[in-house]
């Protein structure tokens, strides 16, 4: 059975950039799920779609994050990541990463990793 862990620092100073890593275990990213996807909940909304990397190494992002994001993958350690730039408190989030078989912030979708909390504040 698949697996993701998502890791990385839990806060981050406004300005600053935001990275983290979604470990795939038990498969591979490249071959079980059509998009290796990053989704975020800001407390008290619902799930955000952010962006995703297809299997092609194409990358898809949100049109709201397009100027900040970047998602890119390291096949060779089953490894995917995430970098948004120029944080602010808005982007304090649960933040998830997924396997997906379309672009999709749906749950019920995929393989999802359990989520880490990122803070941003000074």
């Known amino acids: 059975q698949v697996q993701l862990q998502e890791s990385g620092p839990g806060l981050v100073k406004p300005s600053q950039t935001l990275s983290l890593t979604c470990t795939v275990s038990?498969?591979?990213?490249?071959?079980?799920?059509?998009?290796c996807s990053w989704i975020r909940q800001p407390p008290g909304k619902g799930m955000e779609w952010m962006g995703a990397?297809?299997?092609?190494?194409?990358?898809y992002y949100s049109s709201s994050l397009k100027s900040r994001i970047s998602i890119s993958r390291d096949t060779s350690k089953n490894q995917f990541t995430l970098q948004l730039s120029s944080v602010t408190p808005e982007d304090t989030a649960v933040y998830y990463c997924?396997?997906?078989?379309?672009?999709?912030?749906?749950?019920?979708?995929?393989?999802w990793g359990q989520g880490t909390q990122v803070t941003v504040s000074s």
């Open positions: 038990g498969g591979s990213d490249t071959t079980n799920y059509n998009y």
């Open positions: 990397i297809g299997r092609s190494g194409r990358t």
């Open positions: 997924a396997g997906t078989p379309i672009l999709t912030a749906d749950p019920s979708l995929g393989a």
